[in-house]
């Protein structure tokens, strides 16, 4: 069946047409909020106004006006010169659905996805006839549930649900999507009562509050941003989710409270079986030493439901490398002797002069000799330095690399350096 254009016709009172199609019969069907002696179908089409003829389905004479005074659960046949139009009245008020129920199943263990609904009430059938098939067929009548739940965006908004629309009493139970909170559903309708204007307590239904049990999380990361330039993948924002080690960063589970009760949090390293490190907080801080992509995944959960996501980190390999020459000038332009590098996480570096005096030592990467001695500025010229450092990647069970005794990750750099005045 479909629906159609409006079709001529009219009720003095308040009332819902509808165009009912099938392959062989076109019925209107008019439901009429409540009969009486005065309501009045009226045909509203084109016509001579001299051949009109109103019977009713069994062909007995009704009346030759237009306005016709109709009568319940009754089909009318009216001929305009000689064309036939077919409707059938129902006085929806007689037909009222009523609900002495509706809840949701107290079935928490199941309500983790969906929540079925159940209701106890009486959905009277609107049935109608066709004229020339004699087959007797029923409108659907739809009903609509409506709850609030939670949604996550960059933070949890409470919101009303999508609309659900069932058709009654064909389905049962009813089945809907999970709040993320605590919420009332409310069954609405049908749509007939809502085309007539019609509002009553019998087809407005409103229970006690559910309690929700669905979990839901949305992890997210800050990385500590580092500014020092010398670094190659340094995190320069606190969204980055990967760059050089030591790699500082606090996790937030955003879970719907207080439906979550407990918190799983579990790091893989490049993708092992188990993890290497838990934590049951709703919020962690990690630093991320060695090189390698980490899966961080949270777990989230109470007596009933459990929800899970994940971030993957990515830690940048080690690398470090000394320049030949500085120039503190105080120009702000290459003033230190520093090394270039990233995910160094054990730094030491010493600076002797041509006759092997220690004139200056450092243990941070992010930091270098500035061409000064105890206060001095230091006579331009060359200078020797030692450095030792690890990587993020370094693995003592690892081979010799070459002839050196350095292992994978391990870093042993000598050579000069040249101290350049210039002018300022």
């Not at 009720?11 to 819902?16: A, C, K, L, R």
């Not at 605590?182 to 049908?190: A, E, I, R």
């Not at 979550?260 to 993708?271: L, P």
Request: glycine share 8%; aromatic share 12%.
């Amino acid at each position: 069946m479909a629906q159609s254009t409006q079709p001529p016709f009219s009720v003095n009172q308040g009332y819902f047409a509808q165009r009912i199609i099938s392959s062989t019969d076109t019925v209107t069907v008019i439901l009429i909020d409540s009969i009486n002696s005065s309501t009045e179908v009226s045909y509203t089409g084109t016509g001579t106004g001299t051949g009109i003829n109103w019977t009713d389905y069994s062909g007995n004479f009704k009346s030759n006006q237009p306005d016709l005074l109709p009568e319940d659960a009754t089909g009318y046949v009216l001929d305009v010169d000689g064309k036939k139009s077919y409707i059938w009245v129902i006085d929806y008020h007689k037909l009222i659905p009523t609900f002495t129920s509706f809840a949701a199943e107290d079935k928490p263990n199941d309500q983790c996805k969906n929540v079925n609904l159940t209701y106890i009430g009486d959905i009277p059938l609107l049935k109608y006839k066709a004229f020339i098939s004699g087959i007797e067929y029923t409108l659907p009548r739809k009903f609509t549930i409506n709850y609030q739940t939670q949604e996550w965006t960059d933070k949890w908004n409470t919101i009303s649900a999508p609309t659900t629309e069932i058709t009654l009493p064909t389905k049962y139970p009813i089945t809907v999507t999970a709040p993320l909170c605590d919420t009332k559903f409310t069954l609405s309708g049908d749509q007939y009562a809502e085309g007539l204007g019609f509002k009553s307590d019998s087809i407005l239904i409103s229970k006690n509050e559910y309690t929700a049990v669905a979990v839901e999380c949305h992890p997210t990361s800050i990385v500590g941003i580092r500014t020092a330039l010398n670094e190659n993948d340094r995190p320069k924002n606190t969204t980055d989710i990967g760059g050089s080690a030591p790699l500082e960063m606090t996790f937030s589970s955003n879970a719907n409270l207080p439906v979550t009760e407990f918190y799983k949090w579990e790091i893989y390293k490049d993708g092992a079986a188990e993890p290497y490190i838990t934590h049951n907080d709703e919020n962690i801080n990690n630093t991320f030493t060695g090189h390698g992509t980490y899966k961080v995944k949270i777990t989230v959960s109470n007596n009933y439901c459990s929800n899970a996501d994940s971030i993957t980190v990515t830690v940048s390999e080690s690398y470090i490398k000394a320049p030949n020459v500085f120039t503190p000038n105080g120009d702000g332009t290459n003033d230190e002797f520093r090394v270039a590098y990233k995910s160094i996480i054990s730094f030491e570096a010493w600076v002797f002069n041509r006759w092997g005096r220690q004139v200056y030592h450092w243990t941070d990467p992010q930091k270098g000799w500035d061409g000064n001695i105890n206060g001095r500025k230091a006579t331009p010229g060359a200078y020797f330095y030692i450095i030792k450092a690890l990587g993020s990647d370094f693995d003592p069970a690892s081979a010799p690399i070459g002839k050196t005794k350095l292992r994978l990750g391990e870093y042993l750099l000598k050579g000069d350096i040249n101290l350049l005045r210039g002018t300022n």
